[in-house]
């Protein structure tokens, strides 16, 4: 089944849909409620697609993966950024510090 989600990925362009996705609800957040379930959705999403980047597969990220990541840290800072005391935003906070186990040596720079 790996090998099949990962030709899925691959064939799809599943990062580049993710990361246009959270760029588009990014902008609303954390006023508009939809963006804010369906960012932390995708997020989760981002996290499982992304495991063979991680510290349990080491697998070197392609160009367009290393573009992608340079995007969402982006994103990361600004929801790890939100304000705490915001319930509504504990979530997608936790799903923001899930995806950043992933995200390739070679971005951790740009934090």
Not at 11 to 18: A, D, P, Y
Not at 30 to 59: C, F, Q, S, W
Request: proline fraction near 5%.
């Amino acid at each position: 089944i790996q090998g099949e989600c990962e030709e899925l990925y691959q064939k799809e362009n599943l990062l580049n849909i993710i990361t246009t996705l959270l760029e588009d609800a990014s902008k609303n957040i954390p006023d508009n409620e939809v963006d804010l379930i369906r960012a932390r959705e995708m997020l989760e999403v981002l996290y499982l697609i992304t495991n063979h980047l991680g510290p349990y597969e080491k697998k070197q990220p392609t160009d367009q993966e290393l573009e992608a990541f340079k995007k969402l840290v982006v994103i990361f800072q600004q929801y790890l950024f939100l304000p705490i005391d915001d319930v509504r935003l504990i979530n997608l906070k936790r799903s923001t510090v899930k995806c950043l186990i992933n995200v390739p040596a070679a971005c951790t720079n740009d934090f």
